[in-house]
């Protein structure tokens, strides 16, 4: 009966919060720490909190001063005493069943990393309120998959960094976090990306189910991953971040193609995605950040001619910034 700590942030969530909180507190399985880390919030998100704490007190309320989900979250982990840490956002809701099946699994064989799918109701065909995956997991990426009760390492990934990724769809080993001091980058967007590279690059075990039990809610218009302003920028702390670990854990060799491919598509997509006004700047911190010599110069270019996305490294060094934006809009799915 492993004890399970599921960390909220909560910010301005009072539309949201309490169809959160009640798929958490009518889970099947009981054995849970429920972390809510108000940050800052100015409606009345904290008396929602408050009065489910009186209902039941398993609920945790840390109050801080607002500093964003990053800050809210490393809170919630300092905080917990669970075996096992999950993430749910405040205006999402999970399956009464995830962590029943979680724990099932457990009895079976412990990982670092376990991973589900997610997703989201939406309009499908025409229809409203048909179940939609958001990102799914590409299990053709995983050879050696079998079931939802294989135990796999990141090395058995044939796309390594593909995009798509979340904290809200993984449960993690407590034990393996803090051996690694695995926190969350603070002060930028695109956390997640980064803290869920560095624990899969750093984990010894996984497992992967097909299942869906994380439900994002895309009605909140709210939502910083909506628009990209200035902070945009903040994609190539990303980037320098994840060169770090590599070089750390003596991978960067290993997985220089897988990167060079993932470091062209995250760029590329975030540039069709930027305001007008930032887009000379973004292409100039791109070329900076995308075309070092010394790391070409380490890669097979008869090999890198074949990579999907060498196309973008060769029309970022020939084209303008307008021109280039104006080919990636041209052969952008």
Not at 83 to 108: G, H, M, P, Q
Not at 212 to 224: G, H, L
Not at 234 to 260: G, M, P, T, V
Request: hydrophobic share 40%; with cysteine.
């Amino acid at each position: 009966m492993p004890k399970i700590s599921v960390i909220v942030p909560v910010y301005n969530a009072g539309l949201y919060i309490e169809k959160c909180l009640k798929s958490l507190l009518l889970q099947t399985y009981e054995n849970l720490e429920i972390i809510c880390v108000d940050d800052g919030s100015k409606d009345n998100s904290l008396d929602i909190l408050k009065k489910y704490k009186d209902m039941d007190d398993r609920i945790v309320i840390i109050e801080k001063e607002n500093g964003g989900a990053s800050t809210a979250r490393n809170c919630g982990l300092k905080a917990a005493t669970g075996d096992y840490i999950s993430f749910v956002d405040a205006d999402d809701w999970v399956n009464i069943t995830l962590y029943e099946v979680f724990a099932e699994s457990c009895k079976k064989s412990t990982v670092d990393i376990w991973t589900f799918n997610m997703g989201f109701y939406g309009f499908k065909n025409g229809e409203s309120n048909k179940a939609v995956l958001k990102n799914p997991i590409k299990l053709d990426y995983w050879d050696k998959w079998k079931s939802a009760d294989t135990v796999l390492t990141f090395d058995d990934c044939n796309n390594p960094f593909y995009t798509g990724m979340s904290v809200c769809n993984k449960i993690y080993r407590t034990e393996f976090l803090r051996k690694h001091n695995l926190e969350f980058y603070e002060g930028i967007i695109f956390e997640d990306t980064l803290f869920n590279l560095q624990s899969l690059l750093k984990s010894e075990s996984l497992k992967i189910t097909p299942d869906i039990f994380y439900w994002y809610n895309q009605a909140n218009a709210e939502s910083v991953t909506k628009t990209y302003d200035e902070k945009v920028f903040d994609a190539f702390i990303i980037i320098a971040e994840i060169q770090k670990c590599l070089r750390e854990l003596h991978l960067s060799d290993i997985y220089k193609y897988a990167f060079f491919q993932y470091k062209y598509d995250f760029l590329a997509t975030l540039y069709m995605k930027t305001k007008f006004k930032l887009l000379k700047r973004f292409y100039k911190k791109m070329k900076e950040c995308c075309v070092v010599p010394a790391e070409i110069k380490s890669m097979d270019l008869k090999l890198c001619r074949h990579l999907k996305n060498y196309i973008i490294f060769e029309k970022l060094q020939t084209c303008g910034w307008h021109e280039f934006y104006t080919f990636l809009k041209n052969n952008t799915a």
